[in-house]
């Protein structure tokens, strides 16, 4: 089994006692609500999209020190980004994590079997965001750190004309 | 006189797998259990020699299966004090037995207006077959609170239970360890009129369970978390009841004869088992029954008591304030089931940390998010306790959480 070192590095446990980010927007920003049924953890991601770009994004709910570090890690990586940026992220995120990028619109996540889908647009930086690569070495986790990725590709659909 | 656990893992194979070179701390029995060798003989012996159809071929094959299966139903009558093997209805598991009861009962029963009585500690098996027909039939759902210790707060029952058709309620909560007071919970529901339904899915496997003594008018439980297979389940019932409800599945085995115009059903328990039915699971289920029967489920519940209050003071000793133990503190009225907050840690975290060390609790709201919601969280871990747990385990439960304690810090 691969040690709890890949998993927990110190920038995820820095983002969970001090998430960033963290409280609401009022409309017009738009809002998304997330669940991982499994364990119960919930997330609220508030989206100010001004001109095609993330103006302002904030996040509530609870949830593990994985899901949260994520959310907290998202929130900074896509503030003051292009709409079509953040989305090249999400996929750049979500190929990481070992998931089908034809997917990536849905609420399935699929787990692909292979190893080499570095296809997503492999010049966008993750940035902290690499410290959350250690999760795919442990399965159950990975809906964990997707889930503030899946709730705000939902707030962007949300967003009118985007 | 209890039980020595350690002599009882002897029997379950899988703690003869290492994992990482050491053993299985399996804490996850209320989730499901583990099989012993007997159960699991049982079953291939069965395939290996007597596999047949049931009840419906004439030859010797069948009438040995047939005899085998019924059997298994004789047996677990018997554990559970019911006055006949007929109250007996095998489904698939206790969620099936729960949904069947608010399909068949409930439909033939209840309309607009009527009253179910449920409980603060129900898992979503005793609470959804009920929202469903609240949704179909407009009945009216209530709720008995619970206490600071997570016991049900009976001071306002009666009132709860005016006019109430239904009570349907846990024996024992598969989060808090809670065991209710059965006999009185289902003489108050009569005293109003209502039938008593128990949900006996955690308390059957850890208790010695008398549905004559208790009064009871239905139980369901399920197999897997008494040693058998997955895939079959009980529900008891009183032969009267049972004969008066409306068949739930229809199909073969379920009917005394069908015709071009209609059908007439079997008698008990075949009209509630239509098509053919788990063969296999129940012979394991007839075992598991057996294997429990010979430790004696008195020992079980003695060796629960002492394990679980072991753990609870092994735990609140080294840990202090860090750890909180939800449910009630006296053993009396509660199992070794331990769902517990610890250094503000997120369950999830803990469960992982844990599983370093083969620890194997359960994280999450446990299919019981109402009773999330009232203890204020989003989750819980649980760590469930079994006859093949003995202090090792605890202790090894004690020593592993020191590593959540060391990433995450406090």
Redo the contacts between chains.
């Keep these: ?1 691969p040690g ?1 070192d890949d ?2 590095r110190e920038i995820i ?1 820095d983002h969970y006692r001090s998430p960033r980010n963290r409280g609401e927007l009022a409309p017009p920003a738009v809002r998304a609500e997330g669940h991982n049924p ?5 997330i609220q991601v508030y989206l100010d999209v001004v001109d095609g770009v993330v103006n302002d994004i904030k996040i509530t709910g ?6 949260l570090s994520s959310a907290s890690m998202m929130s900074q990586a896509v503030k003051g980004k292009k709409i079509a940026d953040v989305k090249a992220l999400v996929n750049r995120f979500r190929s990481m994590m070992g998931l089908d990028i034809a997917d990536a619109e849905s609420d399935t996540d699929v787990l692909s079997i292979d190893d080499d889908t570095e296809v997503a647009a492999p010049e966008v930086k993750l940035g902290d965001l690499e410290a959350l690569q250690g999760v795919v070495k ?1 399965p159950v ?1 990975i809906k ?1 750190a997707t889930l503030a990725w899946i709730t705000l590709t939902q707030a962007m659909a949300e967003v009118p004309n985007a | 006189m209890g039980l020595d656990g350690a002599l009882v893992r002897k029997d379950f194979p899988i703690f003869e797998r290492f994992i990482d070179g050491a053993p299985i701390v399996y804490l996850d029995s209320a989730n499901t259990s583990q099989k012993p060798r007997q159960v699991i003989d049982a079953m291939t012996s069965f395939i290996e020699n007597s596999y047949a159809p049931i009840n419906r071929s004439a030859y010797r094959l069948a009438g040995e299966a047939t005899d085998a299966f019924e059997a298994a139903r004789s047996k677990v009558a018997r554990f559970i004090n019911a006055r006949s093997s007929d109250e007996v209805v095998f489904t698939k598991n206790a969620t099936e037995s729960l949904n069947l009861l608010a399909y068949s009962w409930g439909r033939a029963n209840l309309n607009a207006g009527d009253v179910v009585v449920l409980t603060h500690l129900e898992h979503h098996a005793n609470i959804v077959p009920w929202h469903m027909l609240q949704a179909e039939r407009g009945i009216v759902l209530r709720w008995v609170p619970l206490t600071a210790d997570g016991q049900l707060d009976l001071t306002d029952l009666a009132a709860l239970l005016t006019d109430a058709k239904v009570f349907s309620f846990t024996a024992m909560s598969n989060v808090l360890g809670t065991i209710t007071p059965v006999q009185q919970l289902c003489e108050a529901a009569h005293a109003a009129g209502a039938i008593a339904i128990v949900d006996g899915c955690q308390y059957v496997p850890h208790n010695v369970t008398d549905v004559q003594a208790w009064g009871a008018d239905f139980l369901a439980f399920s197999s897997h978390k008494m040693c058998g297979p997955t895939g079959i389940g009980v529900l008891w019932g009183r032969e009267q009841l049972l004969d008066a409800m409306p068949p739930f599945l229809g199909g073969g085995n379920m009917i005394a004869d069908v015709r071009l115009d209609g059908f007439t059903t079997a008698p008990l328990p075949a009209k509630f088992e239509a098509g053919t039915p788990a063969i296999i699971e129940t012979i394991g289920l007839g075992a598991a029954v057996d294997y429990l029967s010979n430790l004696g489920m008195a020992n079980v519940r003695e060796h629960e008591m002492q394990l679980g209050s072991y753990a609870m003071s092994a735990l609140t000793k080294r840990y202090g304030n860090d750890i909180s133990i939800h449910g009630p503190s006296d053993i009396a009225v509660r199992g070794a089931t331990l769902s517990f907050a610890f250094a503000g840690i997120h369950p999830h975290d803990l469960s992982q940390v844990l599983d370093q060390r083969n620890v194997c609790v359960r994280a999450g709201h446990h299919c019981a998010k109402p009773l999330m919601r009232l203890l204020g969280v989003s989750a819980t871990a649980r760590a469930s306790f079994y006859i093949y747990n003995d202090e090792s385990d605890a202790d090894a439960l004690v020593d592993a959480l020191a590593g959540a304690s060391d990433i995450f810090g406090f």
């Design positions: 089994m709890l998993l927990y446990l499994l364990c119960g953890d919930e609870s949830g593990c020190s994985i899901s442990f986790r964990c």
